[in-house]
Antibody
Framework: QVQLQESGPGLVKPSETLSLTCTVS?????????WGWIRQPPGKGLEWIGS???????YYNPSLKSRVTISVDTSKNQISLKLSSVTAADTAVYYC??????????WGQGTLVTVSS | QPVLTQSSSASASLGSSVKLTCTLS???????IAWHQQQPGKAPRYLMK???????NKGSGVPDRFSGSSSGADRYLTISNLQSEDEADYYC?????????FGGGTKLTVL
């Protein structure tokens, strides 16, 4: 069974860079699948941030593209997210997700990131 | 990219059935979607993948009470014999040109 676990600081200061890691177990990310980051501001819906294929090809939400970097570390079986120049509007629960083809099959448990000084 | 439209809320009585709708934008009536359930305070959970033909494939452990169907651009999630734990937000999701797209979600209240 594929399991995803997000980790990273729960508090980030405005203008700094948010950095999160997703550790995948039960599946080797170098074998395939698409991996992505999705966020959910308090009381709101789900927003796709971006995704990466095991080969390293990346795709980003146009509204966040200038601030987002997603990468993979196949040696650690991890996917990483960096979001620069954060503001209070970036406060959200951040989820890692994986899919074999069209739609998401697996979700992480999520991690709350608060942007505040 | 496709847009997915969902009603913001729905309600039904304990033990009854409810049918939630997700509508694909024009020209996308053949798209596959997924339904995800998010119980209060929890992460989303994959329920099923649903094709335009109405064929669906449920995730591991999803009760038989959950089923899917399709009609044109509409994709449905039917929950029978509603239980209190079915009170949750339900999101539909699809993919187009390397973009992951989510509907706005439907908040289901079990009366």
């Amino acid at each position: 069974q594929v399991q995803l676990q997000e980790s990273g600081p729960g508090l980030v200061k405005p203008s700094e860079t948010l950095s999160l890691t997703c550790t995948v177990s039960g599946y080797s990310i170098s074998s395939g699948y698409y991996w992505g980051w999705i966020r959910q501001p308090p009381g709101k819906g789900l927003e796709w941030i971006g995704s990466i294929y095991h080969s390293g090809s990346t795709y980003y939400n146009p509204s966040l593209k200038s601030r987002v970097t997603i990468s993979v570390d196949t040696s650690k079986n991890q996917i990483s997210l960096k979001l620069s120049s954060v503001t209070a509007a970036d406060t959200a629960v951040y989820y890692c997700a994986g899919k074999q083809s069209v739609t998401v099959d697996y979700w992480g448990q999520g991690t709350l990131v608060t942007v505040s000084s | 990219q496709p847009v997915l439209t969902q009603s913001s809320s729905a309600s039904a009585s304990l033990g009854s059935s409810v049918k939630l709708t997700c509508t694909l934008s024009s020209g996308r009536s053949t798209y596959i979607i997924a339904w995800h359930q998010q119980q209060p305070g929890k992460a989303p959970r994959y329920l099923m993948k649903l094709e335009g033909s109405g064929s669906y494939n449920k995730g591991s452990g999803v009760p038989d009470r959950f089923s899917g169907s399709s009609s044109g651009a509409d994709r449905y999630l039917t929950i029978s014999n509603l239980q209190s734990e079915d009170e949750a937000d339900y999101y539909c999701e699809t993919w187009d040109s390397n973009t992951w797209v989510f509907g706005g979600g439907t908040k289901l209240t079990v009366l």
